[in-house]
């Protein structure tokens, strides 16, 4: 059907950036929402940012100000700009995705999930 497959992942020191991407590929009819979500050791998974396929955006308060979402509708692939990262957005993070496959309904999708570690 659809795979989202995630990519820019990495160790970066304190106040550095990093750029995700997800790319949808497969049997992708329509996108109507994609977004991050991140899951730290020990914690349960929350939602990092997120867009519409309009382009309404919503963030995190504790990412707000740091991190950028934006979309490329031509290529199905959403990115995430993190900025002055910190030690406490050490986390696996997972691209989400609300899409119409052909031939299917409307489903969530999820990436396989890359590791960002912030440290020094």
């Known amino acids: 059907q659809v795979q989202l497959v995630e990519s820019g992942g990495g160790l970066v020191q304190p106040g550095g950036s990093l750029r995700l991407s997800c790319a949808a590929s497969?049997?992708?009819?329509?996108?109507?929402?994609m977004g991050w979500y991140r899951q730290a050791p020990g914690k349960q998974r929350e939602v990092v940012a997120a867009?519409?396929?309009?382009?309404?955006?919503n963030y995190a308060d504790s990412v707000k100000g740091r991190f950028t979402i934006s979309i490329n509708n031509a290529k199905n692939t959403v990115y995430l700009q993190m900025n002055s990262l910190k030690p406490e957005d050490t986390a696996i993070y997972y691209c989400?995705?609300?899409?119409?496959?052909?031939?299917?309904?409307?489903?969530?999708?999820w990436g396989q999930g890359t590791q960002v570690t912030v440290s020094s």
């Open positions: 497969g049997s992708v009819f329509s996108v109507y929402a």
């Open positions: 989400n995705a609300e899409i119409r496959a052909l031939g299917y309904g409307v489903q969530h999708y």
């Open positions: 867009i519409t396929n309009p382009g309404s955006t």
